[in-house]
């Protein structure tokens, strides 16, 4: 959870969490309504431990959650009105994507184009840039009658930074997939737009939740993967949890596991 806190306390990161832990379960049920949402596990006070590795597993366990439940709070965090908020979660969902994208050698999602007369998925790729053309996801005349106004005003404003291509439309323009994501869930996006972009957008996150467990398949091992992404501004030490785990769904890889937690120490 550190990863989208912009706190530097692990243990802040995981009271915010907590605090947070309904929002994300709402967001669960509407992404994944035949599927239960992990129950919020029960953090262990005034315990000792037998040993430092004991205390580790289960600090391990408390900053951990499903894949599921990891997009379901980004999502929630995406949808935060304070704009400082909703900045450094793009620029963290951004930082994620292009790792995915070099970690999976690119990657592939889809989406129903809004605009068009089928219900078929436009698929596209993703690389290490994470930025895509927006005639993936709109036709020209959905994106000149119902997009264009609210995207040009959130480009003007000097408080959505992440909005830095004035008209996507133009040939040669691509924008930053964090950016898109970001813009469709925005709680600033007037309301008869935001009720045409969620279930698309969300369904979009449900395709990339599945990218995240490929990308916890194929991870080097921590020794390997944590001095590379040591020096990106995107991941600090601090991060080596979340950075190795690569949101993967805690089940049974013990081995695994014990090599993640011996590169905290």
Request: charge should be positive; proline fraction near 5%.
């Amino acid at each position: 959870m550190k990863f989208f806190s912009r706190t530097k306390s692990l243990e802040r990161a995981d009271e915010v969490a907590r605090a947070s832990w309904k929002k994300y379960e709402e967001i669960h049920e509407e992404m994944w309504p035949t599927v239960k949402a992990p129950a919020l596990k029960r953090r262990r006070r005034g315990k000792k431990h037998d040993s430092d590795e004991q205390d580790d597993t289960i600090k391990f366990a408390m900053n951990t959650m499903t894949t599921s439940m990891v997009v379901s709070c980004l999502i929630q965090k995406l949808q935060q009105s304070r704009k400082l908020d909703h900045a450094y979660t793009i620029g963290r969902l951004q930082a994620l994507l292009e790792h995915n994208a070099a970690t999976l050698n690119n990657f592939v999602l889809s989406f129903q184009r809004l605009g068009s007369n089928t219900c078929d998925l436009v698929s596209f790729t993703i690389d290490v840039q994470a930025d895509v053309a927006v005639d993936c996801f709109f036709t020209p005349n959905f994106w000149t009658r119902r997009v264009a106004d609210a995207w040009a005003e959130a480009y003007r404003d000097p408080k959505q930074p992440w909005i830095s291509v004035e008209n996507p439309l133009m040939p040669g323009q691509r924008v930053k997939l964090a950016s898109l994501i970001g813009f469709a869930l925005s709680p600033g996006v007037p309301p008869q737009l935001a009720s045409k972009l969620r279930g698309p957008f969300l369904a979009l996150m449900g395709r990339y939740a599945h990218v995240l467990n490929d990308v916890a398949k194929v991870m080097p091992e921590p020794a390997v993967f944590v001095p590379v992404f040591a020096a990106h501004n995107a991941f600090d030490a601090s991060m080596k949890l979340l950075a190795n785990t690569a949101l993967k769904l805690w089940s049974g890889a013990e081995t695994w596991r014990a090599n993640v937690l011996s590169s905290l120490n």
